[in-house]
């Protein structure tokens, strides 16, 4: 069971990642940044490297090459962006902030906390209210949506997918009896849940006209 809850998380993780390509292609192609997001890339990067922390003190080899894989290709989106942004000030202002705060992060787990368990339980604590934060963050997005009558700006892959990963990574979580990884992905579950409610309510061909939001 562990082997098959282990390959689902991958898959459904790789699957999650994968629907940021279509914003790494278009500004390959356009040469612009342009209605994409950045805080989305950085904060996920962020949040790859300190569950990539946490599978190796855990020396869980799922949780590494899950994350290993999601750091590097937001850690390519973050660099493309920079490159095309033509405000890079504030841009390279936020990957300096966010790169201080793992810094930081990562001097306190290993010189302050000694004990192994003590470091696991805080940089899991610690994950887990990062990623929560994380899919909780487009429920005022949500709101607008609701407002509108129109789901234009939902990506209906990343709601599947998304699903599907925190389906998995709660399953893989109650497996292993690690309430950080099982707590932090019940959201991801909900939200994912309530998103899919909202494409059946407001169908795509019944949308009225709008500005697009981009969430």
Same mark, same amino acid.
């Given at each position: 069971?562990?082997?098959?809850?282990?390959?689902?998380?991958?898959?459904?993780?790789?699957?999650?990642f994968?629907?940021?390509l279509? @914003?790494?292609h278009?500004?390959?192609?356009?040469?612009?940044?342009e209605?994409?997001?950045f805080?989305?890339?950085?904060?996920? *990067?962020v949040?790859?490297l300190?569950?990539l922390?946490?599978?190796?003190l855990?020396? @869980?080899?799922?949780?590494i090459?899950v994350?290993?894989i999601?750091?590097?290709?937001?850690?390519?989106?973050?660099?493309?962006y920079?490159y095309?942004?033509p405000?890079k000030?504030?841009?390279?202002l936020?990957c300096?902030?966010?790169l201080a705060v793992?810094?930081?992060?990562?001097?306190?787990f290993t010189?302050?906390v000694? *004990?192994?368990?003590?470091?696991l339980?805080?940089l899991?604590?610690f994950?887990?209210?990062?990623?929560?934060?994380?899919?909780?963050s487009?429920l005022? @997005?949500?709101?607008?949506i609701?407002?509108?009558?129109?789901?234009?700006?939902?990506?209906?892959?990343?709601?599947?997918t998304?699903?599907?990963a925190?389906?998995?990574?709660t399953?893989?979580?109650?497996?292993l009896r @690690?309430?950080y990884?099982?707590v932090?992905?019940?959201?991801?579950?909900?939200?994912?849940?309530?998103?899919?409610?909202?494409f059946?309510?407001?169908?795509?061909g019944? *949308?009225?006209?709008?500005?697009?939001l981009?969430?």
């Amino acid at each position: 069971m562990a082997p098959l809850l282990a390959a689902a998380c991958l898959a459904g993780s790789l699957a999650m990642f994968g629907t940021g390509l279509s @914003d790494l292609h278009q500004m390959l192609t356009t040469k612009s940044v342009e209605n994409i997001q950045f805080l989305p890339f950085l904060t996920t *990067d962020v949040n790859n490297l300190s569950w990539l922390g946490y599978g190796c003190l855990k020396q @869980d080899w799922t949780l590494i090459a899950v994350n290993t894989i999601g750091a590097a290709l937001q850690t390519l989106f973050v660099l493309v962006y920079l490159y095309y942004s033509p405000a890079k000030g504030p841009v390279l202002l936020r990957c300096l902030v966010l790169l201080a705060v793992l810094v930081a992060g990562y001097s306190y787990f290993t010189l302050l906390v000694g *004990d192994t368990g003590t470091r696991l339980e805080r940089l899991g604590l610690f994950c887990s209210v990062f990623t929560i934060s994380m899919y909780l963050s487009p429920l005022a @997005d949500l709101a607008k949506i609701v407002r509108n009558k129109s789901t234009r700006c939902l990506s209906f892959p990343l709601t599947v997918t998304t699903f599907l990963a925190s389906t998995s990574w709660t399953l893989y979580g109650l497996q292993l009896r @690690d309430p950080y990884i099982t707590v932090p992905n019940v959201p991801g579950i909900v939200t994912s849940v309530l998103r899919f409610w909202l494409f059946w309510w407001y169908p795509r061909g019944q *949308d009225k006209p709008h500005r697009p939001l981009h969430a």
